[in-house]
């Protein structure tokens, strides 16, 4: 009931210190929206991934692809099992597939990197239909080409055309795929009879991917295999196996949010100091407010709300620096693998970052609004 | 038992603990002030006048006795109708004028007016006659800092007559004031009197001040020691807008009949 | 100078609760800061370990995980320049049959008699270990945090299970426990014990090699290359610290963030400071305008503000420092059960000597708080003497 302006010119009023005590909510609000931006975009990378039509099979007691290793019986025991979708051709919707894990070495610098390449047959692209080439072409079996993935190019800068060494041999980038936004951008894609000659892997894959009319065909499909006695074998729909690479993103989000608190005392101090010796300037005022009839509440809220508008203003600031981190992409360790991701702000963030700052403000604001509440005008005008 | 008084008090005291001591501070006092009364309450420091200002005007409870403003035994509100109780019944003014400083003229005028239910139509006619009873229509968006004593003050008397209370207290209304602006104020107190039918009661240590009011009680050690009548004093000009009073009476009567 | 630190003091103690709030702020900053910086210190001690540049991993060139043939091993044992050599196999198990996340280690199968000449930082190691693990091929000594997490002691026996080939189970027997912090996760064994528990005998997947400094190095590697050119499988080497720093390269967005919160939990240390000295500053304006009247320099009020800013912020990062130890302390003590808070401080330990970096660090922020409000109490008036009281 006492006015908003009361608040509101107070503030402007010492802007030195209103901007000051507010800054400590920036960088505070900004840190944690980048740390919540960074563990949404790793788990939208691993949610992006994985098609649900899709059953991935790998050697049982193995739950990753590089260590899995299945033979040709299996292979043809799996794309025979019901459930699985066929094309016009008749032909199982399957892919067999030798996942590897290669150090590829920079020629410049002769430093190491870690290349994920992955030897696949023509139906590769009849599962994995998110695959599409967007610049260059496709490999070609038995020509040595490779194409790389959009998230491979960012990060080593290949080009079509240029040529780089894998085991002896020199390869050709004939292309560049994208596959909506999903972990295969990250690879290589090869002829996998070709690779598998290079590292003597014959008639050896890793994993063989079976494609099912539908998500719930593909659920029914993982659960016939995994429990099945004549087909030892690991299965899960795609979208499950990349879940499971998030789990770790719980606990991270609790880190964060321990971390965010943590640096929110010090903001949540200062604007206790800020209010307090305000308060302490301003006994008159509340004196003559309290004489003239306002109650005790009023001049609790009234402070109440001074404190929450220095933390809003810096917290918007806060949000605002923050998202310029939106959309960076980064690569990033996950499970086995590296996938790349995009820092990713959206209005769920944005709003828990909002109701932080508001409550920083309000818990920092409490106790001195308190005191301003047990101002005895009497005395305070003595 | 005088039927005009708009005050009265029976017996009343006030002591203050400090510690392990007992300080009196009022001894049982009684008196009646009329209404539309001009009241200078004096005395040496620590007399208690400004103790029985404060009970008077609901600020303080008595230790014992009992206070009547207005036919109302505010000596039994508890402190949140006491406080509802001033918004309507008691202007405050006060020697170091007390105005929001963040605010301006205008809106500290307004503030009293919050916290009764009006329209903000209604406030601002409210506020907009204060000021131009004060002569300070010019000055509706200076903040305090922008103006000199004198027009603070006027400001604070503004803001002490837009509920349009019975009783206006005023605290050493002059204090702080050179004397050419210490008789402005006091002529506008005189003609709020005159004009608008306020009870004042002031405290002071003033002499000139005291010998403005109709009535000067004299309080010492915290009994009241004399109590005499004084005449106008000649020559006295009945404030700046004495004619704007006279003007607006009937408009006043609106203000006055609008709590 | 005596009084003057006795002045800065008493100002101090005028206000209690605002230096009790500052000095609270800083020190929860502070104890964080701590702990982010002690999770960055220990990934990059690896990569700068002592001998990292002289210790040469060497691997197979291509592929991940590495499988070295054991027929090579000889051959690279007798390069000029080795000093001397051991290998790694590598067990990623669980400890218990459940296989949950928190019951992950690493296991390493590898030569018991140079542990700890080729390993960095087992320094602390009892010789009488080492003994053990020669005497006890079934022997395994564990890393502090997995100790903690099984709640075992030398002597027990403990089950591992593989988390890539369920028949593949080790049973071993504790002869040691790791110095805190040194290997997280990781439990040694023996590699003849592996061998035979698991059948593989045909590669291991990496070998280090000791050699005298970084020059005789890079004549091992050289002579690695031209050995192994023509060889299938291709080996390749690096220095300990190049193939640490590859593999902590995976994380780097991770240690990015980390040093984003430490940079902030700075700066918000020193705003609050500088918010406080600043609100202190002002509500002692006419004292200082009577200082100078009384002859006081400028730089001299000024020494004043700053000395209260260094004195809060050093006070408060001391207190920082030590809780965080005392944290660290508690949870390694063995007085908890396993926990999370527990694991934290078994991976990443604080040691003692953190404690002396409060005070400079502290310091420092107040330092840089101060600079403002120092420059503002410069320039009062002396005029302000006669300031109004409103």
């Known amino acids: 009931m006492i006015p908003l302006s009361y608040s509101y010119r107070n503030l402007r009023v010492r802007w030195k210190t209103t901007l000051m005590t507010a800054s400590a909510f920036t960088l505070v609000v900004a840190a944690l929206v980048v740390m919540l931006a960074f563990i949404r975009g790793v788990e939208a990378a691993c949610a992006a991934s994985g098609e649900p039509e899709n059953v991935l099979l790998l050697a049982k007691g193995d739950n990753d692809e590089v260590m899995s290793r299945l033979d040709h019986v299996v292979a043809s025991q799996a794309e025979n099992t019901r459930g699985v979708a066929r094309d016009a051709a008749n032909q199982p919707l399957a892919s067999r597939e030798l996942f590897m894990v290669l150090q590829h070495q920079d020629e410049k610098t002769g430093s190491y990197r870690f290349l994920q390449l992955r030897g696949v047959l023509p139906a590769a692209f009849r599962v994995h239909t998110v695959v599409h080439v967007t610049v260059g072409q496709a490999f070609r079996p038995s020509q040595s080409e490779v194409m790389i993935g959009k998230a491979v190019q960012r990060e080593t800068g290949f080009q079509v055309g240029d040529q780089i060494e894998i085991g002896r041999k020199r390869w050709r980038i004939s292309g560049v795929f994208e596959a909506n936004g999903s972990a295969l951008e990250s690879e290589a894609w090869t002829d996998l009879n070709e690779l598998a000659g290079q590292f003597r892997r014959e008639g050896a894959y890793s994993s063989v991917v079976l494609r099912a009319r539908g998500a719930r065909e593909a659920e029914e499909l993982a659960e016939r295999l995994a429990h099945s006695r004549s087909l030892r074998v690991e299965a899960m729909t795609e979208t499950s196996y990349y879940q499971k690479q998030t789990e770790g993103a719980g606990v991270m989000r609790t880190a964060a949010w321990v971390i965010a608190w943590f640096m929110g005392v010090g903001a949540m101090f200062g604007v206790m100091n800020t209010m307090f010796a305000a308060i302490g300037q301003r006994t008159k005022d509340i004196a003559v407010l309290r004489i003239m009839g306002f109650e005790a509440g009023h001049i609790l809220l009234a402070f109440l709300l001074e404190a929450t508008l220095i933390a809003v203003l810096g917290g918007s600031l806060g949000l605002a620096l923050g998202y310029a981190a939106n959309g960076f992409t980064q690569s990033a360790a996950i499970g086995a693998r590296q996938i790349d991701f995009s820092f990713r702000i959206d209005a769920g963030i944005l709003s828990f970052a909002g109701v932080f700052t508001i409550l920083m403000g309000v818990l920092g604001g409490g106790l001195p609004a308190l005191s301003a509440m047990r101002v005895k005008p009497l005395e305070a005008l003595r | 038992m005088n039927p005009e008084a708009l005050i009265r008090l029976e017996n009343v005291a006030k002591e203050y603990v400090r510690g392990s001591e007992r300080i009196a501070v009022l001894l049982g006092v009684s008196l009646e002030i009329a209404e539309s009364d001009f009241v200078a309450l004096i005395g040496p420091s620590g007399s208690g006048k400004t103790t029985l200002l404060n009970l008077i005007a609901g600020l303080d409870q008595p230790s014992s006795g009992r206070v009547f403003v207005g036919g109302e035994e505010i000596s039994l509100l508890d402190e949140a109708r006491l406080a509802r109780w001033r918004t309507n019944a008691v202007g405050f003014v006060f020697q170091f004028f007390h105005l929001i400083p963040v605010l301006t003229a205008y809106e500290n005028v307004e503030l009293p007016l919050l916290l009764l239910k009006m329209s903000s139509a209604r406030r601002r006619q409210q506020v907009l006659m204060a000021l131009d009873l004060v002569g300070l229509s010019h000055r509706l968006n200076h903040r305090p800092g922008q103006m000199s004593g004198g027009e603070q003050q006027r400001v604070g008397i503004a803001r002490a007559l837009v509920t349009d209370p019975k009783l206006i207290v005023a605290d050493e209304p002059t204090g702080d004031l050179d004397s050419a602006r210490s008789q402005e104020i006091l002529d506008l107190l005189e003609s709020l009197q005159l004009g608008l039918r306020k009870t004042i009661l002031m405290v002071t240590h003033d002499p000139t001040a005291a010998a403005r009011a109709r009535r000067v009680l004299r309080i010492e050690k915290g009994v009241i020691v004399e109590d005499r009548a004084t005449p106008p004093a000649v020559g006295s000009s009945l404030g700046l807008r004495k004619d704007a009073i006279v003007e607006e009476l009937p408009a006043c009567t609106s203000l006055s009949s609008s709590s | 100078m005596h009084q003057f630190v006795l002045l800065i003091l008493k100002n101090l103690g005028r206000h209690k609760l605002r230096t009790g709030l500052t000095a609270l702020a800083v020190t929860v900053m502070v104890l964080l800061c701590i702990e982010m910086r002690t999770i960055l210190g220990t990934v990059l001690r690896r990569v700068e370990a002592e001998g990292s540049q002289s210790r040469l991993m060497v691997t197979e060139r291509w592929e991940m995980p590495s499988r070295i043939p054991v027929r090579y091993l000889p051959a690279l044992a007798r390069l000029e320049g080795v000093e001397d050599w051991t290998t790694w196999s590598s067990y990623p198990c669980y400890f218990h049959e459940a296989r949950q996340v928190s019951q992950q280690a690493f296991g390493v199968a590898t030569r018991p008699d140079n542990l700890v000449a080729m390993h960095a930082g087992l320094d602390k190691l009892d010789l009488s270990t080492i003994e053990d693990l020669k005497r006890q091929k079934s022997g395994a000594i564990l890393a502090a945090d997995v100790a903690k997490d099984l709640q075992c002691r030398i002597g027990q026996n403990v089950t ?105 939990l700075l700066i918000d240390m020193v705003v609050v400071l500088s918010n406080s000295i600043s609100v202190a500053t002002r509500e002692r304006r006419v004292e200082m305008a009577v200082l100078k009247v009384l002859g006081f320099e400028p730089t001299a009020i000024m020494a004043l503000v700053v000395g209260e800013a260094v004195l809060i912020g050093a006070a408060s990062g001391a207190i920082g420092t030590t809780l965080a130890w005392a944290c660290s302390s508690v949870a390694l003590s063995g007085l908890l059960p396993p926990s999370g808070f527990t694991r934290l401080f078994y991976l990443f330990p604080i040691p003692i000597g953190t404690i002396w970096w409060g005070i400079p660090v502290g310091a420092l922020v107040g330092f840089a708080g101060s600079i403002i409000p120092a420059w503002n109490a410069r320039g009062i008036k002396v005029s302000d003497v006669f300031a109004k009281i409103a």
Do not use: C
């Not at chain 3, 005298?212 to 080996?235: C, I, K, M, S």
């Open chain 3, 160 to 264: 591992l299970f593989s988390a890539l080939d369920p028949l593949k189970t080790l049973r071993l027997k504790v002869v040691g426990i790791l110095p805190v912090g040194e290997y997280p996760r990781v439990i040694f064994f023996r590699q003849d014990y592996f061998e035979t528990a698991t059948g593989n005998k045909d590669t291991v997947d990496i070998m280090w090699l000791r050699t005298r400094d970084a020059e005789a190095a890079q004549h091992v590697a050289t002579q690695v290359q031209e050995y192994f050119r023509n060889r299938q499988p291709e080996l390749k080497v690096e220095t300990e610290s190049a193939g640490v720093a590859r593999f902590a390269g995976r994380s780097q967005s991770l240690l990015s963030v980390i040093r984003l919160v430490i940079v902030v």
